[in-house]
T-cell receptor
Framework: AQSVAQPEDQVNVAEGNPLTVKCTYS??????LFWYVQYPNRGLQFLLK??????LVKGSYGFEAEFNKSQTSFHLKKPSALVSDSALYFC????????????FGQGTTLQVKP | SQTIHQWPATLVQPVGSPLSLECTVE??????LYWYRQAAGRGLQLLFY??????ISSEVPQNLSASRPQDRQFILSSKKLLLSDSGFYLC????????????FGPGTRLLVL
């Protein structure tokens, strides 16, 4: 069965410092991986995805993610955190079917302090 | 460009009352449509998905049902709400082949009292 794990409930970073939000996955076949961000009482916003190709994927708002097949990881990164990056982040993997169903991790709260 | 709407934005309903949440998508045709529930601001639980008009797949047996009367309309319903139905309901759409992205609506906050 496919699954996604986000091992940290919360990540605290000082503004201007680099940030990493961790995600590991388990899939059969090629992984299709996604990162979303959710601000309070809002829907999820798509940040980036990995389908194939370059292991470093660049997305919205300066975020990027590194796909590591040997470690089955897809960590979200940003070189310099902003207070406005504080939000709930979800990693997801696409189920191996024709329906496009996504399996989400439990989410990681990112807190960026000034 | 495509947009997705959900209404109402918030809803407070008594236990045992009916429910109808609506989701519509503009700017695309024949999308895949999804209903998720998010409890306690954390993980998302897929409730229903639809690949076409009248085609509904249920992920979790429960008090809720879904319908897709039109290509870009997805409705979540209940005949009698339970306290446990409270949560944040999110609709999403996707289109295309493998690796397609799901795009989410703004959500509906439901409180059952």
């Amino acid at each position: 069965a496919q699954s996604v794990a986000q091992p940290e409930d919360q990540v605290n970073v000082a503004e201007g410092n680099p940030l990493t939000v961790k995600c590991t996955y388990s899939v059969s076949g090629n992984p299709y991986l996604f990162w979303y961000v959710q601000y309070p009482n809002r829907g999820l916003q798509f940040l980036l995805k990995y389908i194939t190709g370059d292991n470093l994927v660049k997305g919205s708002y300066g975020f990027e993610a590194e796909f590591n097949k040997s470690q089955t990881s897809f960590h979200l990164k940003k070189p310099s955190a902003l207070v406005s990056d504080s939000a709930l982040y979800f990693c997801a993997v696409r189920e191996a079917s024709n329906t496009g169903k996504l399996i989400f991790g439990q989410g990681t709260t990112l807190q960026v302090k000034p | 460009s495509q947009t997705i709407h959900q209404w109402p934005a918030t809803l407070v309903q008594p236990v045992g009352s009916p429910l109808s949440l609506e989701c519509t998508v503009e700017g695309t045709s024949n999308p895949n449509l999804y209903w998720y529930r998010q409890a306690a601001g954390r993980g998302l639980q897929l409730l229903f998905y639809s690949v076409g008009i009248g085609q509904i797949s249920s992920e979790v047996p429960q008090n809720l049902s879904a319908s897709r009367p039109q290509d870009r309309q997805f409705i979540l319903s209940s005949k009698k709400l339970l306290l446990s139905d409270s949560g944040f309901y999110l609709c999403a759409w996707s289109i295309g082949g493998f690796g397609e992205t799901q795009y989410f609506g703004p959500g509906t906050r439901l409180l059952v009292l």
